[in-house]
């Protein structure tokens, strides 16, 4: 049983350009969870998806960032436009239902230039 | 506001000691995570408790709900127990602590 998929694992983006960052829950998990952690700080909740619904995204920026979790295939992260601040690991997490315990991922570490 | 607090933020000990890390948190929860993330970047979930003590080898996580308190307790340490440990309050999502920065000496 795998656990839980993220690609790629590095990405290098130049400013402007567009990031897509991808998750592929565990076998059996409808809930996705993504985070961020930037350089030097703590984790920090963005995104909270089941299938095809977008839960709670309040920690989500109010631009240029976007998630998706559809009915087939993986969850999406997307964050259009970069800027350096954007520079960060971001983490998924997926779980069996909203408080069962959650199952992180190897973590995308994303580098604006 | 939910908030999370964990202490020390940084600790050194030599291997064999016995480690607490604590964990305390602003209001009610419905469980409490302890997360290790090794240099590399990657975290394990290392516990999920919503009441009383769990264990797994070496480790042992307390919570008491009353005091709004959580311990993680590392038994007999090791070099290679050396990581971030991270304890995350499960409020509406997680919430999560700076993390306490743990070395273990040979």
């Known amino acids: 049983n795998a656990g839980v998929m993220q690609n790629p694992r590095h990405l290098v983006r130049r400013r402007g350009q567009e990031a897509r960052l991808r998750c592929s829950p565990m076998?059996?998990?409808?809930?996705v969870y993504w985070y961020r952690q930037l350089p030097e700080e703590g984790l920090k909740f963005m995104v909270y998806?089941?299938?095809?619904?977008?839960?709670?995204e309040s920690g989500m920026p109010k631009e240029r960032f976007s998630a998706e979790f559809p009915k087939e295939g993986p969850s999406i992260l997307r964050i259009q436009q970069v800027v350096r601040g954007d520079s960060a690991a971001y983490f998924c997490?997926?779980?069996?239902?909203?408080?069962?315990?959650?199952?992180f991922g190897p973590g995308t570490r994303l580098t604006v230039t | 506001k939910n908030e999370v607090e964990q202490s020390p933020q940084n600790l050194t000990a030599q291997e064999g000691e016995f480690i607490t890390i604590n964990c305390s948190y602003s209001?009610?929860?419905?469980?409490l995570h302890w997360l290790q993330q090794h240099p590399g970047g990657g975290i394990v979930s290392l516990f999920m408790?919503?009441?009383g003590k769990k264990k797994h080898g070496r480790l042992i996580a307390t919570i008491n709900i009353q005091e709004k308190h959580s311990s993680l307790h590392i038994t007999a340490s090791h070099p290679r127990d050396s990581a971030v440990y991270i304890c995350a309050a499960h409020f509406d999502g997680l919430t999560f602590g700076k993390g306490t920065h743990l070395i273990i000496q040979p």
């Open positions: 076998k059996g998990h409808s809930h």
């Open positions: 997490a997926s779980s069996y239902g909203n408080g069962y315990e959650q199952y």
């Open positions: 209001v009610g929860i419905s469980a």
């Open positions: 408790l919503s009441s």
């Open positions: 998806l089941q299938k095809e619904n977008i839960i709670d």
